[in-house]
């Protein structure tokens, strides 16, 4: 970074270097962009950010990102309750919902099982998706956890629990490329992989 920048925009050119995909380069170009801006575009960015921050939650029953207390999907009333799918994070609810063709409920586990990154079972939302079902009326959990091998491990662990309860538990169809996530997977994959799920053993 250039000491003849003032401290203020050698700061900013520092924030924007952070974020994802950012290079040294592109941080400089923002930074002088927000510079140049009028005030009002310039605080206009600030105030979304604090506002994603301070008003963004998880939703208390599906653990999706929400402004209210119960996001949209499960307070929407021609929605499904009694069908539950399991993704690893709101990207992929994102995702799913493209498809179009979904109306069941979600649940965020918010990541994957991953000892050797220190993400264990207690890290995740398992224990809130065990509660939920044994209360809820539910028939089926749909397991649209990535299908690779820290998505798979997850799916059978969580099955795992819930075999008890006695409710259906399916899994995506493998239309899904092994080894890939279902935030990249194109809509028609992921129509062909929801239509033709199966029970899981
Ligand atoms: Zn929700």
Sequence with gaps: ???????????????????????????????????????????????????????????????????????????????????????EQPKDVISLEKTGTCRWVYHVLGGHIAPLEGVEPGDLTIEQLVERVREGDVKEVIMATNPNMAGDGTALYISSLLRSTGVKITKLARGLPTGSTIEYASGKMLTDAITGRQELE
Excluded at 40 to 58: H, P, T, W
């Design 1 to 87: 970074m250039s000491g003849a920048y003032t401290e203020s925009l050698n700061r900013l050119i520092e924030e924007f270097g952070k974020l994802p995909g950012v290079g040294p380069k592109t941080a400089e170009r923002l930074a002088f962009y927000i510079l140049k801006a009028n005030p009002a575009e310039a605080m206009a960015l600030a105030e979304a950010i604090r506002d994603v921050k301070n008003k963004i939650k998880r939703c208390e029953i599906c653990c999706n990102f929400s402004e209210q207390a119960v996001c949209q999907i499960c307070s929407d009333p021609r929605r499904d309750k009694s069908l539950i799918c399991v993704v």
